[in-house]
């Protein structure tokens, strides 16, 4: 049985309603005011790589364009690299 899509209507519907209501408010991860026409994702506190089961809880700047610390997707990226670094090249 395939499990339920993350990103289906419930979460687009709160992300669209969060979206609204971050509108000039500061981005949690550089302080920064997020704007109408900004990049801006529906980010996590708990880092889904790390708990699966978390939900989105939060938006944030999207990336390097309208946040000097990069935003979601470079936040995104710097785990997934310490993730794989921390995974062996072969079982020994």
């Known amino acids: 049985m395939a499990q339920p899509d993350p990103y289906g209507a419930d979460h687009q519907r ?3 309603l969060a979206i609204e209501e971050a509108y000039n408010t500061p981005c949690p991860r550089c302080g920064l005011p997020m704007l109408r026409g900004q990049k801006l994702h529906f980010g996590h506190t708990r880092d889904r790589a790390i708990e699966p089961w978390s939900k989105a809880d ?5 990336d390097y364009d ?3 610390l990069g935003g979601n997707t470079a936040a995104g990226g710097v785990l997934g690299r310490q993730i794989q670094d ?6 020994w």
């Open 58 to 62: 939060r938006i944030e700047h999207a």
């Open 66 to 68: 309208d946040c000097p």
């Open 86 to 91: 921390l995974q062996p090249s072969r079982v």
């Open 14 to 16: 709160r992300r669209a």
